[in-house]
């Protein structure tokens, strides 16, 4: 018996005449991360893309998984092929949902008969099915409000499908449509889920963390490394960039006043993600931001954090709470990473009273005190690069 | 002079990959995984290679795989942690004549506790009937804890039947699975089939004693049996043993493709099943259909010690039931129905990667040699 996975479009459909590229885009996506896992045929057919292994050995259940995190899909569900005979159709289903039928008490047939040539209607497949699993499943009972399972039958152009249920899909629009964008990742909870947003958006990603050895250690780095590897597995694979940002933050702390501290340092970064952004073709800063939650996220430290940006910054998570964040943390598995207890570059030197306030102009007088550029350029220069992807 | 060794459920020789990684965790990065330098990121990052290598062999992630000092933890560790976290939400648990006494102790704590505990009976074959466990569960049923393998007929249970089970049954139960003596010998599916908590041990698969698993599915919640520092999710506190699990993650490395093995063992088997079955005095009770590592045996007339230790005299070392029970009456030959002749009798053989059929034609000998020349016990 031959399983497949169906997955259904999202909001692609909805795409004028943009919609071809689009499903190209997530066509190509899909050979792509599927590659890793074997060999498939891929192919999109009345709004229903058709995941077909090339051969017995392939893990179904990693299949399931890896495509449960692509964007562009809303939804889901493995399936077994049958020819378009009704007895054959019977059979097939009651061999391929055996194990979810032991496990259920109530059910119900759903018949859609996309192809109007097949010589039964839909209720008179959901009936010949209803019946034929009652008997061969005598624990089972029909029930059309509250089924525990719902038992699909689609006959299509090319056969009959057949399924228990669909999953939600990653939601969103494919990786890649909406061009790149570089997030500043430092190991919290934040970074990881406004990088995995934005990815949502079709948005394809590069990184950036600002280490600090020795105040920060290769485990902070290490942790970076494991979130972005998670990230991965909804954005696919992505170069990350380690800047060294020790220097950077001795001279602050030595040249300028405490409280302005975070606010400088935030500038510093925003400038070096921006020019490491741009010689990598990226239009846009992602950070995880969340207003009012730390002293550098008011309304006044953005204003000063901006005011050196040449590009859009994007913060996904600025409206949110911190459970809400959590909540999505959790979800793309990043939130036990996150919480492991390392210093990174933003705990470091931190200020006992930073500025919630910032005036710009002041800000712009203690940097003056530093040799920015020089700083910088070396901070780029000495950037190192590694290539991310799903564990 | 030779030693055959066919006591490879109780333990087995560590293999050298493994013996040679627990030597360079104890000499060379011998650093503290939970200390913040070089050393202990070393550490730690050894100790995470290992998690994988055992999370890749079952299919699941490395943050579902808990660290503990063997099997007998797992068990304990699996079985009170899931009782406690559900005790709310009912009383009775379900489990089998045939488990492992680090099961089957612990459940006799809980039913001291006020829990209720139904052990299935099996049949002659050594398995559980699924109609029993399907008529068993109920809404109040908080956990399933049911061996894979057993330890001493290598009777394989149905446990990719039972999440249906208690799913049709609209129980919560958590499903536990002893899988000792199955891990690195047959293919475990605990995602695919619905297993919540699994125990595995490593001195079964050619790694050291002392340590093992336990496989905790993500989202399961289990009250932990020792309290400390932050290690493994806290919920197995406590520096992690780095040179056993280093060397446990050798030792799954370097499994052999274990289709290709349990085919080698069916042949080892069948051999011995051919041998022994021309002997008149000797009794097989190991199914057909149980895993070929081990055979369950009787040479009737003759008490499985006294065989035992004339064996072991020409360095042929086998044993009577469970190395655990320590020479305590089979409790699962009894739950097979077996008479007390049989039992009283019952040689256990298990094999390995390193067992060959010469080692199993010298046993035949001895073994026919022991029977004309000991005194029957009759």
Same mark, same amino acid.
């Given at each position: 018996?031959?399983?497949?996975?169906?997955?259904?479009?999202?909001?692609?459909?909805?795409?004028?005449?943009?919609?071809?590229?689009?499903?190209?885009?997530?066509?190509?996506?899909?050979?792509?991360?599927?590659?890793?896992?074997?060999?498939?045929?891929?192919?999109?057919?009345?709004?229903?893309?058709?995941?077909?292994?090339?051969?017995?050995?392939?893990?179904?259940?990693?299949?399931?998984?890896?495509?449960?995190?692509?964007?562009?899909?809303?939804?889901?569900?493995?399936?077994?092929?049958?020819?378009?005979?009704?007895?054959?159709?019977?059979?097939?289903?009651?061999?391929?949902?055996?194990?979810?039928?032991?496990?259920?008490?109530?059910?119900?047939?759903?018949?859609?008969?996309?192809?109007?040539?097949?010589?039964?209607?839909?209720?008179?497949?959901?009936?010949?099915?209803?019946?034929?699993?009652?008997?061969?499943?005598?624990?089972?009972?029909?029930?059309?409000?509250?089924?525990?399972?719902?038992?699909?039958?689609?006959?299509?152009?090319?056969?009959?499908?057949?399924?228990?249920? &669909?999953?939600?899909?990653?939601?969103?629009?494919?990786?890649?449509?909406?061009?790149?964008?570089?997030?500043?990742?430092?190991?919290?909870?934040?970074?990881?889920?406004?990088?995995?947003?934005?990815?949502?958006?079709?948005?394809?990603?590069?990184?950036?963390?600002?280490?600090?050895?020795?105040?920060?250690?290769?485990?902070?780095?290490?942790?970076?490394?494991?979130?972005?590897?998670?990230?991965?597995?909804?954005?696919?694979?992505?170069?990350?960039?380690?800047?060294?940002?020790?220097?950077?933050?001795?001279?602050?702390?030595?040249?300028?006043?405490?409280?302005?501290?975070?606010?400088? #340092?935030?500038?510093? #970064?925003?400038?070096?993600?921006?020019?490491?952004?741009?010689?990598?073709?990226?239009?846009?800063?992602?950070?995880?931001?969340?207003?009012?939650?730390?002293?550098?996220?008011?309304?006044?430290?953005?204003?000063?954090?901006?005011?050196?940006?040449?590009?859009?910054?994007?913060?996904? &998570?600025?409206?949110?709470?911190?459970?809400?964040?959590?909540?999505?943390?959790?979800?793309?598995?990043?939130?036990?990473?996150?919480?492991?207890?390392?210093?990174?570059?933003?705990?470091?030197?931190?200020?006992?009273?930073?500025?919630?306030?910032?005036?710009?102009?002041?800000?712009?007088?203690?940097?003056?005190?530093?040799?920015?550029?020089?700083?910088?350029?070396?901070?780029?220069?000495?950037?190192?690069?590694?290539?991310?992807?799903?564990? | 002079?030779?030693?055959?060794?066919?006591?490879?459920? +109780?333990?087995?020789?560590?293999?050298?990959?493994?013996?040679?990684?627990?030597?360079?965790?104890?000499?060379?990065?011998?650093?503290?995984?939970?200390?913040?330098?070089?050393?202990?990121?070393?550490?730690?990052?050894?100790?995470?290679?290992?998690?994988?290598?055992? +999370?890749?062999?079952?299919?699941?992630?490395?943050?579902?795989?808990?660290?503990?000092?063997?099997?007998?933890?797992?068990?304990?560790?699996?079985?009170?942690?899931?009782?406690?976290? &559900?005790?709310?939400?009912?009383?009775?648990?379900?489990?089998?004549?045939?488990?492992?006494?680090?099961?089957?102790?612990?459940?006799?704590?809980?039913?001291?506790?006020?829990?209720?505990?139904?052990?299935?009976?099996?049949?002659?074959?050594?398995?559980?009937?699924?109609?029993?466990?399907?008529?068993?569960?109920?809404?109040?049923?908080?956990?399933?804890?049911? #061996?894979?393998?057993?330890?001493?007929?290598?009777?394989?249970?149905?446990?990719?039947?039972?999440?249906?089970?208690?799913?049709?049954?609209?129980?919560?139960?958590?499903?536990?699975?002893?899988?000792?003596?199955?891990?690195?010998?047959?293919?475990?599916?605990?995602?695919?089939?619905?297993?919540?908590?699994?125990?595995?041990?490593?001195?079964?698969?050619?790694?050291?004693?002392?340590?093992?698993?336990?496989?905790?599915?993500?989202?399961?919640?289990?009250?932990?049996?020792?309290?400390?520092?932050?290690?493994?999710?806290?919920?197995?506190?406590?520096?992690?043993?780095?040179?056993?699990?280093?060397? #446990?993650?050798?030792?799954?490395?370097?499994?052999?493709?274990?289709?290709?093995?349990?085919?080698?063992?069916?042949?080892?088997?069948?051999?011995?099943?051919?041998?022994?079955?021309?002997?008149?005095?000797?009794?097989?009770?190991?199914?057909?259909?149980?895993?070929?590592?081990?055979?369950?045996?009787?040479?009737?007339?003759?008490?499985?010690?006294?065989?035992?230790?004339?064996?072991?005299?020409?360095?042929?070392?086998?044993?009577?039931?469970?190395?655990?029970?320590?020479?305590?009456?089979?409790?699962?030959?009894?739950?097979?129905?077996?008479?007390?002749?049989?039992?009283?009798?019952?040689?256990?053989?298990?094999?390995?990667?390193?067992?060959?059929?010469?080692?199993?034609?010298?046993?035949?000998?001895?073994?026919?040699?022991?029977?004309?020349?000991?005194?029957?016990?009759?």
């Amino acid at each position: 018996m031959k399983e497949i996975i169906l997955l259904k479009l999202g909001e692609i459909v909805l795409k004028g005449l943009n919609r071809k590229n689009f499903e190209d885009t997530l066509l190509r996506c899909l050979r792509r991360r599927l590659a890793v896992i074997g060999a498939f045929q891929v192919r999109a057919a009345q709004s229903t893309i058709y995941v077909e292994p090339l051969n017995d050995a392939i893990d179904m259940d990693e299949t399931a998984d890896c495509v449960s995190k692509i964007f562009g899909i809303a939804a889901y569900a493995r399936a077994c092929v049958a020819e378009k005979d009704l007895e054959q159709m019977k059979i097939a289903a009651a061999d391929y949902l055996a194990d979810t039928l032991d496990g259920v008490q109530t059910f119900k047939v759903e018949a859609k008969r996309s192809d109007k040539k097949f010589a039964y209607t839909s209720p008179e497949i959901s009936a010949a099915m209803g019946e034929y699993l009652l008997e061969k499943f005598p624990h089972l009972t029909v029930n059309v409000h509250e089924p525990d399972v719902i038992v699909t039958v689609e006959v299509r152009d090319f056969g009959a499908y057949i399924r228990a249920g &669909l999953e939600r899909g990653a939601g969103g629009i494919p990786v890649g449509t909406g061009g790149k964008a570089c997030v500043l990742i430092s190991g919290g909870i934040d970074s990881p889920v406004a990088a995995y947003m934005m990815a949502k958006r079709g948005l394809e990603l590069m990184a950036v963390h600002f280490a600090s050895p020795p105040y920060t250690s290769e485990r902070a780095e290490q942790k970076v490394v494991e979130l972005l590897q998670r990230v991965a597995a909804y954005s696919g694979r992505l170069k990350m960039y380690t800047v060294p940002f020790t220097k950077i933050q001795e001279q602050i702390r030595e040249k300028c006043k405490e409280e302005y501290f975070t606010i400088i #340092m935030r500038r510093f #970064m925003m400038e070096i993600a921006q020019q490491l952004a741009a010689a990598k073709g990226a239009q846009a800063l992602i950070t995880g931001e969340s207003l009012g939650q730390v002293a550098s996220q008011t309304i006044g430290a953005i204003a000063c954090t901006d005011a050196v940006c040449r590009m859009p910054v994007f913060r996904p &998570l600025l409206g949110m709470d911190k459970e809400e964040i959590i909540e999505i943390s959790r979800r793309i598995d990043t939130f036990d990473i996150s919480i492991q207890p390392y210093e990174d570059c933003c705990t470091v030197f931190t200020p006992r009273h930073p500025r919630t306030r910032p005036e710009l102009a002041k800000v712009l007088a203690e940097e003056s005190h530093l040799d920015s550029a020089v700083l910088i350029e070396e901070a780029v220069q000495n950037t190192v690069v590694r290539d991310i992807q799903k564990e | 002079m030779k030693e055959i060794y066919l006591d490879n459920s +109780a333990t087995t020789v560590v293999c050298p990959e493994a013996a040679q990684k627990a030597i360079q965790m104890m000499t060379e990065i011998y650093g503290n995984p939970s200390s913040l330098h070089t050393m202990g990121f070393l550490s730690q990052t050894e100790v995470d290679k290992s998690r994988e290598r055992i +999370a890749a062999v079952l299919s699941v992630n490395k943050e579902e795989i808990i660290f503990t000092s063997g099997g007998t933890e797992s068990n304990n560790t699996a079985v009170f942690g899931a009782a406690k976290a &559900l005790c709310r939400r009912g009383k009775k648990i379900i489990t089998t004549a045939v488990e492992h006494s680090s099961v089957l102790a612990a459940m006799q704590v809980l039913e001291k506790q006020g829990f209720e505990v139904v052990y299935l009976p099996v049949n002659e074959q050594g398995c559980v009937r699924l109609e029993e466990l399907s008529q068993a569960i109920d809404s109040q049923t908080i956990l399933v804890s049911m #061996m894979a393998v057993n330890n001493e007929t290598g009777a394989i249970q149905p446990i990719e039947a039972v999440r249906k089970m208690i799913d049709r049954a609209k129980s919560p139960a958590l499903f536990h699975v002893d899988a000792v003596q199955a891990f690195g010998k047959m293919p475990l599916k605990p995602k695919k089939w619905g297993i919540d908590l699994l125990s595995v041990s490593s001195h079964k698969i050619h790694g050291p004693k002392g340590v093992g698993a336990l496989y905790i599915k993500k989202g399961t919640h289990i009250v932990p049996l020792h309290y400390g520092g932050e290690q493994q999710r806290r919920i197995r506190p406590g520096t992690e043993a780095v040179p056993l699990i280093c060397a #446990m993650g050798e030792a799954v490395r370097v499994l052999p493709d274990c289709q290709q093995e349990w085919e080698q063992m069916q042949t080892l088997n069948a051999y011995a099943r051919q041998r022994l079955s021309a002997m008149a005095n000797v009794v097989i009770h190991s199914s057909a259909d149980s895993m070929p590592y081990i055979l369950n045996l009787s040479a009737v007339g003759f008490r499985s010690e006294t065989l035992l230790h004339h064996l072991a005299q020409k360095h042929i070392y086998v044993s009577g039931g469970s190395a655990c029970a320590k020479g305590q009456k089979s409790h699962v030959l009894t739950a097979m129905g077996l008479p007390k002749e049989y039992i009283d009798s019952a040689i256990r053989l298990s094999f390995s990667r390193y067992t060959t059929r010469e080692d199993i034609d010298y046993f035949c000998e001895e073994l026919e040699n022991a029977c004309q020349t000991l005194a029957s016990s009759r």
